[in-house]
C-alpha cells in the first residue's frame, strides 16, 4: 500500500524563479496539508485542501498557493522565489476524521540559490 | 497564539537508558497531541497520540500521557535502543482547524 508520495526529492531553483511541488497522497486519503521545514525546525503549517478547495492556511504569503485535483492529488506552487524559501516541503495526507493523525511523505528539498 | 514548546537537544543517552523528552503546549479548547519521529533523510511518521485528557498513548515501547492540568505531553521509553537515533517532535491539532502545530524538535543520539 504506498503511503504519501511526494515529487520531485530534491530541486534547485534561482532566486525569482518559481516552483511547483506535487504530492500523491495515502489511498483512502482525501484531505492534503502542506508544511514548510527550515532546516533544524520544526514543520510549519501551510495550507490544507479537501474537495479542491483550500479550507485552512497558516501564516504565509500570497506567493504560496496550491491546487487540489479530482483523484486528491496536490500541488504547492511558490511564485517569486526567496533564498529564505529553502527548506524541506512536506506533504500530508488524511481521512475524514483527521483526528488519527496526518500521514507524510519524505518530502522535496527546495534549495533557492 | 497556539504553540508546542520541547526541551533542546541533542539528548545522548546509551543503550538501555530511560528516556524522557518533556513538551508542553499553549491552546485553546482541547487540541489532540500527538509525537512523530524523523529519521535521517525522511519524513515524519507518526509515533503515538492521544485526544483526551488521562489519555496514554503507546507504541514501540514510547508512552506519553496527556495532562491537561500542566498542559504536557511528555514522551518516555524505559530502555531506549541505538535504532530509536532520531529526531522527536511534539505537535498538537486544534480540532477545529485541523492543523498541526510542532515544537521544534529534539534530537536523540543513542550511543551503544
Known amino acids: 500500500d504506498a503511503g504519501v508520495t511526494q515529487s520531485p526529492t530534491h530541486l534547485i531553483k534561482t532566486r525569482g524563479q518559481q516552483v511547483t511541488l506535487r504530492c500523491s497522497p495515502k489511498?483512502?486519503?482525501?484531505?492534503v496539508s502542506w508544511y514548510q521545514q527550515a532546516l533544524g525546525q520544526g514543520p510549519q503549517f501551510i495550507f490544507q485542501?479537501?474537495?479542491?478547495?483550500?479550507?485552512q492556511r497558516g501564516n504565509f504569503p500570497d506567493r504560496f498557493s496550491g491546487h487540489q485535483f479530482p483523484n486528491y492529488s496536490s500541488e504547492l506552487n511558490v511564485n517569486a522565489l526567496l533564498l529564505g524559501d529553502s527548506a524541506l516541503y512536506l506533504c500530508?495526507?488524511?481521512?475524514?476524521?483527521?483526528?488519527?493523525?496526518?500521514?507524510f511523505g519524505s518530502g522535496t528539498r527546495l534549495t533557492v540559490v | 497564539g497556539d504553540s508546542v514548546t520541547q526541551m533542546e537537544g541533542p539528548v545522548t543517552l546509551s543503550e538501555e537508558a530511560f528516556l524522557t523528552i518533556n513538551c508542553t503546549y499553549t491552546?485553546?479548547?482541547?487540541?489532540?497531541l500527538f509525537w512523530y519521529v524523523q529519521y535521517p533523510g525522511e519524513g515524519l511518521q507518526l509515533l503515538l497520540k492521544?485526544?483526551?485528557?488521562?489519555d496514554k498513548g503507546s507504541n514501540k515501547g514510547f508512552e506519553a500521557t496527556y495532562r491537561k492540568e500542566t498542559t504536557s505531553f511528555h514522551l518516555e521509553k524505559g530502555s531506549v535502543q541505538v535504532s530509536d537515533s532520531a529526531v522527536y517532535f511534539c505537535?498538537?491539532?486544534?480540532?477545529?482547524?485541523?492543523?498541526?502545530?510542532f515544537g521544534s524538535g529534539t534530537r536523540l543520539q543513542v550511543q551503544p
Open positions: 489511498s483512502g486519503h482525501d484531505t
Open positions: 505537535a498538537h491539532m486544534d480540532t477545529g482547524r485541523r492543523a498541526l502545530t
Open positions: 491552546a485553546t479548547g482541547y487540541p489532540s
Open positions: 500530508a495526507s488524511s481521512g475524514r476524521d483527521r483526528v488519527g493523525g496526518y500521514t
Open positions: 492521544a485526544t483526551k485528557a488521562d
Open positions: 485542501y479537501y474537495e479542491e478547495e483550500e479550507r
